[in-house]
């Protein structure tokens, strides 16, 4: 079974700097996806990047970025300029490539952007 | 473009008592779906799946059943509700495989259990 581990229950980052989350995971299998997900105070989940095991360059979605690093097992998030709607709990989430496509979540990383 | 609804929004509901939850999706055709919870304070974990219609795949033992009447329609169910049934429910679909897998999410209901 695959497990996901964020370290950090709480960060708080100024606005306009930049703040890394952390997210390791562990599993045998050799082609999966890796995920952020922002989920806001309205609780509904959102997409924030996603990243293919297979790629070895890092993915980047406007102000944010991934530093995936399949060997440790690592896939960090960076948001950069933080902005005050950034203000949320952010979940690491694996999936492996087969029928059904489940994802695994977690324990989720609050982030409070400060004015 | 696909959407994702769930209802009720918000359901406050008595201990014993039934439940039904609906998920749908429109804009797509054969979706995979995901019935999660996520109690207060944690990380979603996932409850159901399904491929097709019919098809549904247990992932934890519990009081709550799914089952999927249409190809764009998952339903959430139990025939008598637990205080630990409490929780924010969320529904997801994805289509396809490959670059496709990633899964989107409904905006949820929250569920307490008196």
């Known amino acids: 079974a695959q497990t996901v581990t964020q370290s950090q229950p709480e960060m708080s980052v100024q606005e306009a700097e930049t703040v890394t989350l952390s997210c390791t995971y562990d599993?045998?299998?050799?082609?999966?996806?890796l995920f952020w997900y922002k989920q806001p105070p309205s609780r509904q989940m959102i997409l924030v990047i996603r990243q293919e095991a297979y790629k070895q360059q890092n993915a980047t979605e406007n102000r944010f970025s991934v530093n995936f690093q399949k060997a440790a097992k690592s896939f960090s998030l960076k948001i950069s300029d933080s902005q005050l709607g950034d203000t949320a709990m952010y979940f690491c989430a694996f999936m492996k490539h087969s029928a059904g496509n489940k994802l695994t979540f977690g324990g989720g990383t609050r982030v409070l952007v400060k004015p | 473009s696909q959407t994702i609804h769930q209802w009720p929004a918000t359901l406050v509901q008595p201990v014993g008592s039934p439940l039904s939850l609906e998920c749908t999706v429109e804009?797509?055709?054969?979706?995979?779906l995901y019935w999660y919870r996520q109690a207060a304070g944690r990380g979603l974990q996932l409850l159901f799946y399904?491929?097709?219609?019919?098809?549904i795949s247990s992932e934890v033992p519990q009081n709550l059943s799914a089952s999927r009447p249409q190809d764009r329609q998952f339903i959430l169910s139990s025939k008598k509700l637990l205080l630990s049934d409490s929780g924010f429910y969320l529904c997801?679909?994805?289509?396809?495989?490959?670059?496709?897998?990633?899964?989107?999410f409904g905006p949820g209901t929250r569920l307490t259990v008196l």
């Open positions: 599993t045998s299998e050799s082609n999966y996806y």
């Open positions: 997801a679909w994805s289509v396809g495989s490959g670059s496709t897998d990633t899964q989107y």
């Open positions: 399904s491929v097709g219609i019919g098809q």
């Open positions: 804009g797509t055709s054969n979706p995979n």
